[in-house]
């Protein structure tokens, strides 16, 4: 039991660090240390055109697909040249790299907003799951949907490290809502003998398939919905 203690503790800790760490990411922060090391912020034009090819790359990708996504595309957005844009980055794979940090620091600051402010963790899944598909789906942040759904559909037997990347991803959160279901049922407010693992994949499953399909139809209801039903489906849990 302490052993499992100690493992939930220091996991609070990495989810406390996941909520935070991008929260100051534009202009300074977690990725522009680690992609822009040494430079000057405010004047050097070297973090904005890489915040330019990371921007505009990341749309591509999201509509057109990493693969679908030549490199002409990117100079094209940028306004760019070759030497320019190598100048940066090294190949199209380390773009997309940044561009995935970039992708999940927007989708943090988007679904993370209040949730640790949320002392109750059965209202703290719920407003995750809300903030998911109403501000980051259903905002429809990026052009084509779901930027982590669409690379996983896409990269998929194509890109073993990409695609396991993004699942890990997946398993994260799924293991966060299991870690706040772990919390309720400690402090009493869940029914007795529920698989937290199971109850928390399938609400990563959900929000899967409410990006899917609102993705192929962009129809709000499909947001409001699932909401709605899931909702529905965690008030079940209490006792």
Same mark, same amino acid.
């Given at each position: 039991?302490?052993? %499992?203690? /100690?493992?939930?503790?220091?996991?609070?800790?990495?989810?406390?660090? +996941?909520?935070?760490?991008?929260?100051?990411? /534009?202009? *300074?922060?977690? %990725?522009?240390?680690?992609?822009?090391?040494?430079?000057?912020?405010?004047?050097?034009?070297?973090?904005?055109?890489?915040?330019?090819?990371?921007?505009?790359?990341?749309?591509?990708?999201?509509?057109?697909?990493?693969?679908?996504?030549?490199?002409?595309?990117?100079?094209?957005?940028?306004?760019?040249?070759?030497?320019? %844009?190598?100048?940066?980055?090294?190949?199209? =794979?380390?773009? #997309?790299?940044?561009?995935?940090?970039?992708?999940?620091? *927007? #989708?943090?600051?988007?679904?993370?907003?209040?949730?640790?402010?949320?002392?109750?963790?059965?209202?703290?899944?719920?407003?995750?799951?809300?903030?998911?598909?109403?501000?980051?789906?259903?905002?429809? *942040?990026?052009?084509?949907?779901? !930027?982590?759904?669409?690379?996983?559909?896409?990269?998929?037997?194509?890109?073993?490290?990409?695609?396991?990347?993004?699942? /890990?991803?997946?398993?994260?959160?799924?293991?966060?809502?299991?870690? #706040?279901?772990?919390?309720?049922?400690?402090?009493?407010? +869940?029914?007795?003998?529920?698989?937290?693992?199971?109850?928390?994949? !399938?609400?990563?499953?959900? +929000?899967?398939? =409410?990006?899917?399909?609102?993705?192929?139809?962009?129809?709000?209801?499909?947001?409001?919905?699932?909401?709605?039903?899931?909702? !529905?489906? *965690?008030?079940?849990?209490?006792?």
């Amino acid at each position: 039991m302490r052993s %499992l203690f /100690r493992f939930k503790e220091r996991y609070l800790l990495y989810i406390d660090n +996941l909520i935070h760490s991008c929260n100051t990411y /534009r202009p *300074v922060g977690l %990725l522009y240390r680690k992609y822009f090391p040494g430079e000057d912020i405010v004047s050097d034009k070297g973090y904005i055109t890489k915040r330019n090819i990371i921007e505009k790359s990341l749309q591509l990708f999201s509509v057109k697909g990493y693969y679908n996504t030549s490199i002409s595309d990117i100079l094209a957005a940028t306004h760019l040249t070759k030497g320019g %844009l190598y100048g940066h980055f090294a190949s199209k =794979a380390d773009i #997309w790299q940044a561009v995935y940090d970039e992708a999940v620091c *927007v #989708w943090r600051e988007r679904v993370f907003s209040g949730v640790r402010d949320r002392t109750d963790p059965i209202t703290r899944i719920t407003t995750f799951i809300e903030n998911d598909l109403r501000n980051y789906l259903g905002a429809d *942040v990026f052009e084509g949907g779901c !930027f982590f759904l669409n690379m996983l559909v896409e990269l998929a037997g194509q890109s073993d490290p990409m695609s396991k990347q993004i699942l /890990r991803g997946f398993v994260r959160i799924s293991k966060l809502i299991q870690v #706040w279901l772990d919390e309720a049922a400690g402090k009493g407010l +869940l029914k007795p003998g529920l698989n937290h693992r199971e109850i928390a994949s !399938f609400i990563v499953i959900s +929000l899967n398939g =409410a990006a899917a399909l609102y993705t192929s139809s962009r129809d709000n209801t499909i947001v409001d919905q699932t909401i709605a039903q899931l909702g !529905f489906y *965690v008030r079940q849990l209490k006792v």
